[in-house]
């Protein structure tokens, strides 16, 4: 059959562009091209007809249909007999298209029509353009799973949706695998990928501390720069629990979020309360006028058993206090000044004697030659008022001058000798203490060198190798004092005396790689460090002149392998004193292993902690974390994850089981999450008001 074609002219485009365009495709510059079968022109009513394997191509949208009909002057688009729309970004696919190109409303029928960037399928027994932003689609389904049976889908009596807005979905069945699984009477949802106020997704769970948990949030948006949530929970074995969160951005950088949290508790473990618990945090930073640096990390909770309560985490449910900080700074090129005011709060003891610095401000002058010499000179001094609501209280302000120097010996040995006097004034101190002054003076000197050697192409993959050794010696020297006159707020009125001599002899082994398509990156391969020092003091009080020799190394011989470790051996009894090591092997696939090692002979600690992450099973992934107390030979944490990922939806069931003071809380939880839509559901713990 004769096929006919016809390149309409550019005052035409940008008809059939907006007709085609659904969500903004096609140049509505760039010419139509039209092909069919059979093709004629009414001039007298401006009536375009095509049909018979009808096709349009403009610029990368291309139109297709068995009949098509455009009326220039009236603006009304039709196309019958399976109607293709496919641009870079979306298809569309219907029986009938009609459409009006000048008020831009149209309808297709049994239509259907696919999103690419958010992979988004959207089917119905009608799809109503009601605007440039409005549409109405008519027993209708929408999925982000591919296939014609997909694995998840929602089914809408009517989807009212506003592109860049809402959508709204009326008597709302979720089908899995084709399969009605529950109803919704009304449901809504952001329709872009801005941010939009509206419901959050809720959760339920349960726990054997918290009973059973429903937990509901309600996002609000602020402005471009400002957004907030609301939580709701309701804890069947605590009580109500409410929360506000707060992001802002705003000018010179500063940025910050605020959390508050207030639970109305009715009982604890069994035992009918009735108490507030309530917790606040706020986390800024950014400059004022002047180039003045603002940061707040601060947080403070009303009840000492708040995190043992609600917290889900190791280092969360054990935390043993609450420090909050706020700091004001200014920089020069070589000064700084820096004001801040530090409280903490004792979560284990009941006493008031916590010291808080109230405020500390600090003036420091950087490290600075003196004219071309090879001298040098610092400046550190602080002021701090120390307060603690029935402990010690007063002022103090250490003024650190420090002079040193640095000399190369033969082009071989670098020489750094250093000075400093600590100067520490005392006054307004209560507990019978007088106003007091004290000076302490310290020297150091160190001497240290460097020998290396380079390996060239030691193999295909690595152009250069450095070997490098590093000795180091260094004598400290600190009289003894009489301390016991002054008030003790830190570790800065009690300076121990010290003639020490350190050594400590360090090897690195450097890897330099050359990437064809960019510069060279370096990558330290060996790191080792071993260490002692020498007590030259003539009374001991029973101190070893040999201290602990120590032992820092790290080897990360490849991208997927590191063994880290940091040890201390008392040399004259054999035994170690401390001992961290810690190794992980892993691949770009999700596969890993991660195990941890830490003992401290002073402070009773000997525990591991291991952790499993295994992807091997796709699309099954497994996770598994155990932390285990060697000296109560206790288990003080198992997690267990097992998560099953699709291409559109997953899931995943965790098991935590904690030891809490003797006290053990095990939890569930089963998360669904789908692509586009999110976390639709939980059972299990969380944690509460974003702490």
Known sequence: MLRFCLLLALLTGPYLATAADWKGTGDSQLPIQLEADQLSYQKEIGLYQASGDVKMVQGD????????????????????????LISPDQELFGSRVRFNTQDGTGIINNGRFYLRDPNLYVRGETIERLGKLDYRITRGTFTTCNGEIPAWKFGASRLDVTIDGYARARNTVFYINDIPSFYLPYMIYPATNKRKSGLLMPKVGYSDRRGYQYSGAYYQVLGVNQDATLYFDYLSEMGLGKGLEYRYVFGQGNAGEAHAYLLDVDKIDGETIDEKR?????????????????????????????????????????????????SLSKNWE??????????????????????????????????Q??????????????YTNFWSQDGLKGNRAIVRPTLSASFQLWDVVNLAPEVTYRQRYYWGINNGYDSEQQGVAAFTTRATTQMQKVFHQPSDSVARLRHSIEPELVYTYIPEIDQSELPHFDQFDRIDNANLFSYALTQRLTARVDHANGGPSYRELVYFRLSQAYDLTNEFRGRQRFQDLRLQSALLPTEWLS????????????????????????????????????YELESDIDYIEA?????????????????????????????????????????????????????????????????????????????????
């Not at 098509?68 to 019958?80: P, Q, R, T, V, Y």
């Not at 309560?309 to 420090?323: I, L, S």
């Not at 030659?369 to 602080?382: Q, T, V």
């Not at 206790?634 to 990922?645: A, C, D, F, P, T």
């Open 334 to 367: 070589k000064y700084s000044l820096i004001g801040r005011m530090e409280y903490i709060k004792d979560l284990e003891s009941d006493d008031n004697t916590t010291l808080q610095k109230l405020p500390s401000i600090n003036f420091d002058a950087s490290r």
């Open 563 to 598: 063994l880290l470790s940091d040890t201390s051996l008392d040399v004259s009894s054999g035994d170690w004193t401390e001992v961290t090591v810690a190794g992980k092997v892993s691949n770009q696939q999700g596969n890993s292993v991660k195990v941890l090692y830490s």
């Open 278 to 326: 309530y917790a606040l945090e706020w986390e800024h930073d950014g400059f004022l006028p002047g180039g003045i640096r603002m940061v707040a990390d601060g947080m403070y909770v009303n009840d000492d058993e708040y995190f043992k309560d609600f917290g889900d985490m190791a280092g969360e449910y054990n935390r043993t206090e609450v420090k909050s900080i706020f």
């Open 61 to 84: 949208l291309e139109v297709s249909s068995q009949s098509l009909k455009w009326n220039e002057i009236s603006g009304e688009f039709d196309a019958e007999g399976d109607v293709e």
């Open 611 to 691: 952790t499993l992450s295994a992807a091997f099973l796709k699309p099954f992934y497994f996770d598994y974390q155990q932390r285990y107390d060697l000296v109560t030979d206790k288990q003080l944490e198992q997690v267990i994850g097992v998560e099953y990922r699709h291409q559109c939806w997953g899931a995943k069931l965790t098991y935590r089981d904690q030891d809490r003071d003797d006290n053990r809380d095990r939890s569930v939880m089963l998360t669904f999450t789908m692509r586009g839509i999110g976390s639709v559901g939980g059972v299990g713990s969380s944690s509460l008001g974003g702490f």
């Open 369 to 382: 030659r003196i004219m071309d010499s090879d001298f040098y000179y610092a400046l550190n001094s602080e």
